[in-house]
Every structure is written in C-alpha cells, then in structure tokens.
C-alpha cells in the first residue's frame, strides 16, 4: 500500500513538472540603479505636490527637470536607471518610469524617450508609451513591453523612488 503512494507520488510529479516554466518577467531594458527623493515641500518641487494631472519631473545624467524645464542638479548619490525616470503625477496619483525604450533596447538602440503631453515617445522607433494611465503601456503596436516601472513611495510630501 506504501509503494503504491510512492509510486502514484512519482509519476504525479512526472506529469506536473513539466508544465512548470518560469514565468517571471524580464524587461528589455537593463537593470541600473535608481534611487533619489523629490520633497514636494521646499525648493523647485513645491508646486509637483498642489499639481494637477499630467505634470511630470524627470531625472536624466544632467538633473532634473520639471515639467520640461531644468530646476536642479542632481546629487552625488542620486541615481537615475538606463534612461533617466520619469515621475508622473496621473489619474491614480504618482508613477515612476525608466525613460529607455524597451523596443529599442532589446536591439542595442536605446535613446531617452522625450515627454509628450501624457506619452512618453521614443525618437528612434516613435512608440508612444501613455503615462497618464498609470502603467506606461505602448499606445502605436511598435513594442510589446511596457516602460519599466520603477517603486515610488510618497510620504510625508516626499517622493522617494528605487529599484
């Protein structure tokens, strides 16, 4: 009786094992570090915090730039991902996104996508990627990924993103 539970366990496990795949998912673009804090409370950010939609702050290897327009530099131990982020205020609040087209980086292309009212458009490919929805999903057919997505906590009227 023993074997036969035994036996019914190994052949289960025969038939299961094989439908296992992995299934996580791997972005186009590569992993680099990303970490910084925007306080919406003082210095160039305070209107970001009493800001409707579609306002926007973007960090690239120059600083960072609200809404289009340079405001700071950035520090010493800030860092900003393969592209640059963008951090986007939406319908459902503040989402951060690498600025690096996938479809592009997975061919060795990658250029910062600029921002478009509410997309984010690569100028090599001209993907548009809608930020206002809050997941940055590719809006022409071009790319099959979404932009990567970066954690964003916000806190106290501080904006803190990381990997």
């Given at each position: 009786m023993q074997r036969l539970g035994?036996?019914?366990?190994c052949l289960l496990?025969?038939?299961?094992?094989?439908?296992?795949k992995d299934t996580t998912f791997r972005?186009?673009?590569?992993?680099?570090?990303?970490?910084?804090?925007?306080?919406?409370?003082?210095?160039?950010?305070v209107h970001f915090a009493n800001a409707s939609q579609n306002e926007y702050v973007t960090l690239t290897d120059d600083g960072f730039r609200y809404n289009g327009e340079w405001v700071a530099a950035r520090g010493a131990l800030d860092a900003y991902g393969y592209g640059g982020v963008v951090v986007f205020l939406g319908m459902n609040g503040y989402n951060a996104f690498d600025l690096a087209c996938p479809y592009c980086a997975a061919r060795g292309t990658c250029q910062?996508?600029?921002?478009?009212?509410?997309?984010?458009v690569c100028p090599h490919c001209g993907e548009h990627y809608?930020?206002?929805?809050?997941?940055?999903?590719?809006?022409?057919?071009?790319?099959?990924?979404?932009?990567?997505?970066?954690?964003?906590?916000?806190?106290?009227?501080?904006?803190?993103?990381s990997q």
């Open positions: 035994v036996i019914v366990l496990s025969l038939v299961l094992c094989p439908s296992c972005s186009s673009v590569p992993t680099y570090p990303v970490r910084f804090s925007i306080d919406t409370r003082v210095g160039p950010f910062s996508c600029s921002i478009d009212g509410i997309f984010a809608d930020l206002g929805s809050g997941i940055a999903a590719p809006q022409k057919g071009i790319s099959n990924e979404y932009l990567r997505r970066y954690n964003l906590i916000l806190s106290d009227g501080k904006i803190t993103v």
